[in-house]
């Protein structure tokens, strides 16, 4: 993923996969007509390679060009020393120690806030990390750490592990918490950017990628001399240059580091191996890392995956499948095999959805007498641009646009219906919903035109025994030029999203690893990104809706041949749910969704709208009338009467068309039979990330951490 939103605790208005996706839909249609081989590709061993020489070539040959410089010595530490720690800068869903929802049970993820054993807090804001007491009403302790970190806390050990990267360097800090202070903080450094930390009782497992290998010294004599070429991370790795692992397959001018840390000690790797290429998912078992690494064999895309012993970081497999994993639930291990979730094809040049602009939705056809999804309340338009200081007439109509969360372009015609509700929100208490649903037969779609390339999805099932080998593979499954947009395994079964045109859902037998079968669909408008299941025959999914906002969908899978849409409910305008999963919390029978509503907030100087946009069409005639009378002159500034001009325009401007920031809604989700039972809850606090419980009110943790009570009034701000 991009600089992996996974990665960065700050959420952006829109998901910025979805957000990006411009360029990579304009060439949808040349994509889509590519052939691609059905035959699996061979297993990619690893090995090390015969010397220090031989990594540089490979490095060398795969760049294009030579390096020249320094490295590391035999063992593989830099010989200038590494830099300064001091920066300043599931098979079904588990929890970590803190209440993060992770993938595995029992194994813990990054995430920006933990909750204590004793009820105390540890959150993230910026630069530091605030322990806050149980009752969320003061600040006990800071400790600084790089900007943009996220946590993990082992309460066995009162120990709370930070992690943050530049994109250039990445940092590692341990912390105790003993009584109200950290103490005994060390902090270890290494070049390349953070891809991903996980916990396993009281190990952390770090994983970083060089992308950016720099000319180094070498070391002593016995590795090579010196000047003769590059190693990655620039000589920071504790892995040494001739044991770096390597497959047949092609690689770029990028390695990745493992490397295993405990709670006792100096703070330095206790296990640590190296691979060549870019890593891009961790799934983490008890027993077990996988490593996935995406290369290019010819014109194929094609990831390679490793397995790890997790005691020691002893390669036990490796492997290697035709096509791209969505993100960290397309892995997952289950009795004695692997699953991978894979579109055969770069789903950058390949089916991916197109954005479209807030509020056009995705162009539902209701002449066949079906219903889309309610409409949220259209966004407050963004600030406009600014006249420039120039001589050509700026234009007379400002052009706006609102932050939201933007649904995919496509044309539908709709079957039978299923009529849906927004839960109803409130500034004074929390107000429960029962959006009415019915539960007759399947919504179905008949999509409209799209570019033909032949289903791209499939379900590839690998071994344990030595390496990776691929011992079956599902049907390909989803409509032409559709890529997988959710995925999420569950025991003996996985379901998946894919989306271009439609939105169907994919019930997947893989119970039998010779022979995974696609046992269901069922279509709908907008598509889920996050599928969370909540019992063997219930599935919620949040995605996108056919028009704007972020909805959360109740499918009844109980009948695999048959899934239902039970409930739907529009959440919010924007809620990181969609593409960060941390941001749903398990509390009791409930869950708790941290959301967001973009709304603009009028300067306290503005007179009454009418007038202000009446000022304002005023000012731009005379600013046009000032322009034509200068065309064809030759000026050496604007005359100062048109520079006032345009600053009261300016100023104006904000006015009629004021800036829009987000305020934090907390959902709470109460699955009962077949509603979701969902409560919103407006509030006066910024941007949320997260939200936890906080006895009868809530924390919001954001760019800011906000205690709110009951009816979503700020009681305090913390940090």
Same mark, same amino acid.
């Not at 490397?259 to 191996?273: H, K, N, R, Y």
């Given at each position: 993923m991009a600089p992996s939103p996974r990665n960065q605790p700050a959420a952006p208005p829109s998901p910025v996969w979805l957000r990006a996706l411009g360029a990579a839909g304009a060439l949808a249609i040349i994509g889509a007509s590519i052939v691609l081989s059905t035959e699996p590709v061979a297993a990619a061993g690893l090995e090390p390679f015969a010397s220090c020489d031989d990594l540089r070539a490979h490095l060398e040959e795969a760049a294009g060009f030579a390096y020249g410089g320094a490295g590391r010595d035999d063992a593989g530490v830099a010989t200038t020393g590494a830099p300064s720690a001091a920066m300043d800068q599931a098979e079904?869903?588990?929890?970590?120690?803190?209440?993060?929802?992770?993938?595995?049970?029992?194994i813990d993820e990054l995430d920006v806030v933990e909750v204590l054993a004793d009820g105390r807090i540890l959150a993230v804001r910026d630069d530091r990390v605030l322990l806050v007491d149980a009752a969320g009403a003061q600040?006990?302790?800071t400790l600084p750490v790089p900007p943009g970190s996220q946590i993990t806390f082992d309460d066995e050990r009162s120990v709370l592990w930070a992690v943050g990267t530049d994109w250039q360097s990445t940092t590692l800090m341990r912390s105790a918490v003993e009584g109200d202070a950290f103490t005994g903080t060390?902090?270890?450094?290494?070049?390349?950017?953070?891809?991903?930390?996980?916990?396993?009782?009281?190990?952390?497992?770090?994983?970083?990628?060089?992308?950016?290998?720099?000319?180094?010294?070498?070391?002593?004599?016995?590795?090579?001399?010196?000047?003769?070429?590059?190693?990655?991370?620039?000589?920071t790795s504790p892995v040494a240059c001739d044991q770096v692992l390597?497959?047949?397959?092609?690689?770029?001018?990028?390695?990745?580091?493992?490397?295993?840390?405990?709670?006792?000690?100096?703070?330095?790797?206790?296990?640590?191996?190296?691979?060549?290429?870019?890593?891009?998912?961790?799934?983490?078992?008890?027993?077990?890392?996988?490593v996935s690494t995406p290369s290019y064999d010819g014109d194929q895309p094609v990831t390679g995956i490793h397995r790890f012993d997790l005691d020691g970081l002893t390669l036990t497999g490796s492997g290697s499948v035709t096509g791209r994993l969505l993100n960290q639930f397309s892995l997952d291990e289950h009795a004695g095999h692997l699953r991978a979730a894979v579109t055969v094809a770069d789903p950058g040049f390949i089916g991916r959805p197109m954005p479209v602009e807030p509020g056009i939705g995705i162009g539902i056809d209701d002449s066949a007498g079906g219903a889309a999804d309610e409409p949220v309340a259209p966004s407050a338009a963004a600030e406009p641009?600014?006249?420039?200081?120039?001589?050509?007439?700026?234009?007379?109509e400002p052009t706006t646009s609102a932050p939201a969360t933007t649904a995919p372009s496509t044309t539908t015609t709709l079957e039978p219906s299923t009529t849906t509700t927004e839960a109803t929100t409130t500034t004074e208490a $929390? !107000? #429960?919903?029962? =959006? %009415? @649903?019915?539960? *007759?037969? $399947? !919504? #179905?779609?008949? =999509? %409209? @035109?799209?570019? *033909?390339?032949?289903?791209?999805?499939?379900?590839?099932?690998?071994?344990?025994?030595?390496?990776?080998?691929v011992v079956g593979r599902s049907p390909r499954?989803?409509?032409?030029?559709?890529?997988?947009?959710?995925?999420?395994?569950?025991?003996?079964?996985?379901?998946?999203?894919?989306?271009?045109?439609?939105?169907?859902?994919?019930?997947?037998?893989?119970?039998?690893?010779?022979?995974?079968?696609?046992?269901?669909?069922?279509?709908?408008?907008?598509?889920?990104?996050?599928?969370?299941?909540?019992?063997?025959?219930?599935?919620?999914?949040?995605?996108?809706?056919?028009?704007?906002?972020?909805?959360?969908?109740?499918?009844?899978?109980?009948?695999?041949?048959?899934?239902?849409?039970?409930?739907?409910?529009?959440?919010?305008?924007?809620?990181?749910v969609v593409y960060d999963h941390h941001a749903l919390r398990a509390d009791g029978d409930r869950l708790l969704v941290a959301a967001n509503d973009w709304v603009a907030e009028r300067p306290s100087r503005c007179g009454p709208l009418a007038t202000d946009?009446?000022?304002?069409?005023?000012?731009?005639?005379?600013?046009?009338?000032?322009?034509?009378?200068?065309?064809?002159?030759?000026?050496?500034?604007?005359?100062?009467?048109?520079?006032?001009?345009?600053?009261?325009?300016?100023?104006?401007?904000?006015c009629v068309y004021p800036s829009s920031f987000p305020q934090a809604r907390i959902v709470t989700l109460t699955p009962a039979g077949n509603s979701l039972g969902a409560s919103i809850l407006e509030t006066e606090a910024g941007e949320a990330q997260r939200v936890l419980p906080l006895g009868d009110g809530y924390l919001v943790v954001g760019p800011q951490i906000t205690r709110v009570g009951p009816t979503g009034a700020t009681e305090a701000v913390l940090g």
């Open positions: 079904s869903a588990g929890a970590g120690d803190g209440g993060t929802n992770t993938q595995v049970a029992g600040v006990l302790a060390a902090s270890w450094s290494v070049a390349g950017r953070l891809v991903d930390l996980r916990r396993a009782g009281g190990a952390v497992h770090l994983v970083v990628v060089d992308e950016d290998i720099v000319p180094m010294e070498l070391g002593p004599a016995g590795s090579a001399s010196a000047g003769d070429g590059a190693v990655p991370f620039a000589g390597h497959s047949p397959l092609p690689g770029g001018p990028a390695t990745t580091l493992v490397a295993t840390f405990t709670a006792a000690g100096e703070l330095g790797p206790v296990a640590a191996t190296e691979i060549v290429g870019a890593g891009d998912n961790v799934l983490v078992t008890d027993t077990a890392l996988y641009p600014r006249p420039e200081t120039t001589l050509a007439p700026p234009s007379s $929390p !107000t #429960t919903s029962e =959006p %009415s @649903t019915t539960t *007759t037969a $399947p !919504t #179905t779609v008949v =999509p %409209s @035109t799209a570019p *033909t390339g032949g289903a791209l999805n499939e379900i590839v099932m690998f071994d344990l025994d030595g390496a990776l080998d499954f989803g409509h032409d030029g559709e890529t997988l947009q959710g995925i999420r395994f569950a025991g003996d079964v996985a379901y998946a999203v894919t989306f271009l045109q439609t939105d169907p859902l994919y019930v997947i037998d893989v119970s039998d690893p010779s022979a995974p079968q696609v046992l269901g669909q069922l279509e709908i408008p907008g598509f889920s990104a996050y599928l969370h299941p909540i019992s063997a025959t219930q599935v919620i999914g949040f995605g996108p809706g056919p028009e704007t906002g972020v909805l959360a969908r109740l499918f009844d899978v109980s009948d695999p041949a048959a899934p239902r849409l039970l409930d739907t409910v529009t959440i919010a305008t924007d809620s990181p946009q009446g000022q304002l069409d005023e000012l731009q005639r005379r600013i046009d009338e000032q322009y034509r009378r200068l065309e064809g002159q030759t000026v050496d500034q604007v005359p100062p009467e048109l520079q006032e001009l345009q600053r009261q325009a300016d100023e104006l401007s904000g």
